[in-house]
């Protein structure tokens, strides 16, 4: 078998490389998929015109899987060519947990808290504990029609099977020989194009449509970063050229009307030639403030609902003060970044850490009995010996 030299040859302690090309990458995306909200909210309630430049900022959302896909598969690949015992398995997705939980639960509870008081209608016909239970187990895909709860969760819910699947998926496509591996990816990312061409972007938001969506661009990521390892095409990626070119073509083709499918791939090649560059693109992508921004922007994303519907509850008064349209969209936007920083900093980075201090806490409050019970098995084992040869002299 044809195994990947680049892929594995990690050391067992050598923690891998850092790319903080896509941390920049990621932040992007989120703000992308901010403003397309903000521009559609400006244009239904703030007197904003129809949303042109954000109008496929949805599409930032493919651009997270194949991330997750990638990022995952370069932490974690040596590990689980090593070991895919249970308990590596279960480490792995208590990570995964203490990743997206905390940011996730807390945005469910201040959205029950606002539905509570009656800030926020819930819709008729809609099960309130269902919901609730859905947003609790990160579990809304496939199982609801509509999600209520934090709608952005949606696509953490449907990512969820995919770390799931990831250490019964690495494994085998590290170990593919190159010709299957091409053949396999090359289809992969054939049926993601079919699929984006045929559905739009809202039957892909829940159910299984969902799924069908986040689990193959999730796999495709995987995909890439086995040609990244091979350092297949490096010398075209690696180019400011070529960077420049993808972006352009995603932007001249987001405007020229082309469905998502052809965009949706140039968005993995937009992945590929981030993480590749080594020209003055890197420097940029490398900047601080753009990996700031890819530290936050899982909060931002996650939480961006409950700031987008303070700033729709006072369009009213924003427009009347000549805050619509742009402004407004600025605002709205502006209002979810710093909502997400602010979870980022006060709730998902202190969790997140204790969450992962939890499992060696559990374990160090058990030693002490664990030792205890080590060396009270042997005393009582004499003493019993003893009690026994006390009863056989006696009889």
């Not at 190159?178 to 972007?201: K, N, P, T, Y």
């Not at 969209?329 to 970044?337: G, P, T």
Request: charged fraction near 15%; proline fraction near 5%.
């Amino acid at each position: 078998m044809n195994t990947n030299p680049g892929i594995g040859a990690s050391r067992k302690n050598e923690r891998p490389a850092e790319l903080p090309a896509l941390t920049s990458l990621r932040g992007l995306a989120a703000v992308a998929v901010v403003l397309f909200h903000s521009s559609f909210l400006a244009f239904n309630y703030a007197g904003g015109g129809p949303p042109w430049i954000w109008s496929r900022g949805y599409l930032a959302v493919d651009l997270f899987f194949f991330l997750s896909g990638f990022v995952l598969t370069h932490v974690y690949h040596s590990h689980f060519a090593k070991e895919r015992s249970w308990q590596a398995i279960s480490k792995f997705l208590w990570a995964r947990f203490c990743r997206v939980y905390p940011a996730s639960v807390f945005a469910t509870a201040v959205f029950v808290l606002a539905f509570t008081i009656g800030r926020l209608p819930f819709p008729a016909g809609v099960s309130v504990k269902e919901q609730l239970i859905a947003a609790l187990l990160l579990m809304q895909v496939p199982w609801l029609d509509t999600i209520v709860i934090n709608s952005p969760s949606w696509s953490i819910s449907a990512e969820f099977y995919g770390y799931l699947l990831f250490p019964l998926i690495v494994p085998a496509i590290c170990r593919m020989r190159g010709r299957i591996a091409a053949v396999l990816g090359a289809a992969l990312l054939l049926e993601i194009m079919i699929d984006h061409m045929i559905f739009s972007h809202d039957q892909q938001n829940w159910g299984w449509g969902a799924m069908f969506r986040v689990l193959p661009e999730f796999t495709a990521g995987i995909f890439a970063y086995r040609s990244y390892s091979e350092r297949l095409l490096r010398k075209i990626w690696e180019k400011d050229v070529t960077l420049v070119g993808v972006v352009a073509m995603i932007v001249a083709t987001c405007f020229a009307g082309v469905s998502d499918g052809p965009i949706v791939i140039l968005l993995l090649a937009l992945l590929l030639a981030s993480v590749c560059n080594s020209g003055r693109m890197a420097g940029i992508l490398n900047a601080r403030p753009l990996r700031w921004l890819g530290d936050v922007s899982y909060s931002v994303y996650i939480f961006q609902a409950l700031p987008l519907m303070v700033a729709v509850g006072i369009s009213g008064v924003l427009v009347e003060h000549g805050l619509g349209g742009w402004k407004f969209e600025m605002l709205a936007a502006s209002l979810a970044i710093g909502g997400g920083v602010l979870v980022h900093r006060c709730i998902d980075l202190p969790v997140r850490a204790a969450l992962r201090r939890l499992p060696d806490r559990v374990a160090s409050l058990t030693i002490p009995y664990r030792d205890a019970a080590t060396i009270a098995t042997p005393k009582l084992i004499d003493h019993l010996e003893i009690r026994r040869g006390q009863r056989s002299s006696g009889s």
